[in-house]
């Protein structure tokens, strides 16, 4: 009986680790997909911004770099 709990234990150890492994990587992935949209959306404000300079009379103006932190990796 004791060897039965251990076996069963034991997957479900094994099992909650593999599903921990794989939300780690859809996060990694994700975190990827994130930057990358990140850099679009600077990109098309950066393109606004040069193709309608009144608009950075706007308070608040481009300091959205200010205040988002660089990716870790």
């Not at 060897?3 to 990827?32: C, H, P, T, W």
């Not at 606004?48 to 990796?73: C, D």
């Amino acid at each position: 009986l004791e060897g039965r709990l251990d076996r069963s234990i034991n997957r479900i150890r094994s099992k909650k680790n593999e599903l921990l492994f794989a939300e780690i990587d859809y996060m990694q992935k994700r975190e990827v997909d994130l930057h990358s949209d990140n850099q679009l959306l600077r990109a098309k404000i950066a393109e606004n911004e040069r193709n309608n300079p009144s608009m950075n009379l706007m308070p608040g103006g481009s300091n959205y770099e200010q205040i988002i932190p660089p990716p870790q990796t």
